[in-house]
Nanobody
Framework: VQLQASGGGLVQAGGSLRLSCAAS????????WGWFRQSPGKEREFVAA????????DYADSVKGRFTISRDNVKNTLFLQMNSLKPEDTAVYYC????????????????????WGQGTQVTVSS
């Protein structure tokens, strides 16, 4: 599975961005998708995850109520709608995928994701 993230950019605080992650290759049977982010000098952290059906989602507390994860299985694309952006949301955002079934207890674990996109930069100015 190959993942290609896009949609990052520069936005003012309070603004919105929509990230996309296009999947190609053997996407059938890819069960769990996630978004992570990494700021300079910090470890990569969980942002959101979604099940194959889209019926189950999970969010980091820092983005709950502002970010929405979704997916289009026909187009094999993952999305992250980011609203009310804050300067602390500035980071490189990575999409990830894993073939194991969605599990809310482990959806935020970096180690469970086998496939990763290249990252897209999001910069929020104050």
């Amino acid at each position: 599975v190959q993942l290609q993230a896009s949609g990052g950019g520069l936005v003012q605080a309070g603004g919105s961005l929509r990230l996309s992650c296009a999947a190609s290759g053997r996407t059938f049977g890819t069960y769990t998708w996630g978004w992570f982010r990494q700021s300079p000098g910090k470890e990569r952290e969980f942002v959101a995850a979604i099940s194959w059906s889209g019926g189950s989602t999970d969010y980091a507390d820092s983005v709950k109520g502002r970010f929405t994860i979704s997916r289009d299985n026909v187009k094999n694309t993952l999305f992250l709608q980011m609203n009310s952006l804050k300067p602390e949301d500035t980071a490189v955002y990575y999409c990830a995928a894993d073939r194991t079934p969605y599990d809310r207890g482990t959806s935020h674990y970096i180690a469970r994701y086998k496939y990763w996109g290249q990252g897209t930069q999001v910069t929020v100015s104050s």
